[in-house]
């Protein structure tokens, strides 16, 4: 039910007057729950000048704290990013792997590293490894395992992903393929791969805004990010509220825009014209194939 | 292996993680479900309203949330929740996962409205049936177990971001004792395993009970 249209009548005059009746009402609460946020920090003298003016007239709020944090969370989520891509696309295809022996293994792993939660990996890998060993130097410890326990749960979220989107190709994509004599390793890597890959892509970048969220769990192990850096901030300068709300305001718009650049990208792809739709989206979501227990989609961590 | 599980309370710290995550289901459930009836009323402003929540808090980390709920609002702003000052972080971990998950559960059930055909609500429509019967009797129902795969995966989401709790709960809650726990006695993957195991045996079920719930309540078209 695509269109809000289809969901209600149009308003006959008894209707209208209970639409402004619920107008009113929902303004006011809106109204009323900002008041309550205002009164409260006004109470804690969080709307003081001096808590907000270092944002606009000293410099090192931005160049010493907020984007130095900035550019860790970026860092840490964009080699996540390509790393779980690698992970995704071998594990992928192990899962599709003909082979017993291939894909019951490659299964396992996904499936385990899909539900053990990344903060406990996160603090294992670091206090475990990468803080008490040579592994890395001490000042990228807590970046390896950042990335590391990122990686491993994206990597596993990907997999899934590329196997559904290989799995909702149409039939006969493959059929073709195997009747004019390719190997179903060559089917797979010339024809199914490219067409799933793109039918993923929206998920993709929707999984980059679950990524970018979950680098803030760096937080725990010291890591260097956005999170870290409000949190210095707040107190070289005493303003913890103020700070950290800026915090949030930088990652809302980022995630927001990186959704915004899902939905387009999902809208080309739908006046393209790709072989089959788009897969783990917004509209798919409710769509679990079988063997896939939870059927954890992009958007849910 | 022995020492560690004589040594520290891993059980307990399971039970923590069952606890937030029934009481956080239970309030995510309520706030989603509102916020779901605000975003396909027909009223705009209530849209926006519902739109907004879902927008800012889809996009906030978990992790941030946390931690202002206990440095930003129960310290400076003084909204607390409990004098006792581990029951505050218990009660706020509650409320930052149940708010934080609402947006999730709101889209779950959104996706569920969106399953149900155009014709359905028109056919409803065109036999007489008012708003609220069509809803009640049409088009709820079948939103309702569109719904289930999604609210399944959501819930299992809630299981595992349960540790961010660790942030403001410390050890009582698993991921904190695992930190200290490899801090204390260096990496030993069978505890690693073990409490991977433990998240498995949480989420295991829930992934297969809905799988098969939705099969089996879906609707045939």
Known sequence: MSSQIVLFDAPGPKARRRHAILTVVGILLALGLLWVVIRKMGEANQLEGYMWSPFVTDPDVWTQYLLPGLWGTLKAAALSVVFAGIFGLVFGMARLSASRWINVPAGVIVEFFRSVPVLIMMVFFYFGYFATSDLVSAQNAPLAAVVLALTLYNGSVIAELVRSGVFSLPKGQSEAGLSIGLTPGQVLRSIQLPQALTAMLPALVGQLVVVLKDSALGYVITYPELLNAAKTLGSAYANTVPAYLVAAAIFIVINYLLTRLATLVERRLGRRGVGSRPVGTEDAETEVGPGLPGGLTSRDA | ?221
């Open chain 2, 1 to 221: 292996m022995g020492d560690i599980l004589s040594n520290y309370d891993i059980l307990g710290a399971f039970w923590v993680t069952i606890q937030l995550s029934v009481l956080s289901a239970i309030g995510a459930l309520l706030i989603g479900t509102v916020v779901a009836i605000l975003r396909v009323s027909p009223v705009r402003t209530l849209r926006l309203l519902g739109t907004s929540y879902v927008n800012i808090i889809r996009n906030t980390p978990l992790t941030l949330l946390m931690v202002f709920s206990i440095l930003g609002l129960s310290f400076i702003l003084g909204i607390t929740l409990s004098s006792n000052l581990s029951r505050n972080a218990y009660l706020w971990a509650v409320v930052v996962l149940a708010v934080y998950h609402a947006a999730f559960v709101c889209e779950a059930l959104r996706s569920g409205v969106n399953t149900v055909p155009a014709g359905q609500a028109e056919a409803a429509r065109s036999i007489g049936l008012t708003f609220a019967q069509s809803m009640r009797e049409v088009l709820l129902p079948q939103a309702f177990r569109g719904a289930i795969a999604p609210l399944g995966s959501t819930l299992i989401a809630l299981v595992k971001n349960t540790t961010v709790a660790a942030v403001i709960l410390g050890t009582e809650e698993s991921a904190g004792l695992l930190a200290k726990i490899t801090e204390n006695e260096g990496a030993s993957l069978p505890t690693f395993f073990l409490f991977a195991l433990g998240f498995v045996i949480l989420t295991l079920p829930i992934g297969v009970l809905f799988t098969h719930l939705s099969q089996r309540l879906a609707v045939k078209r």
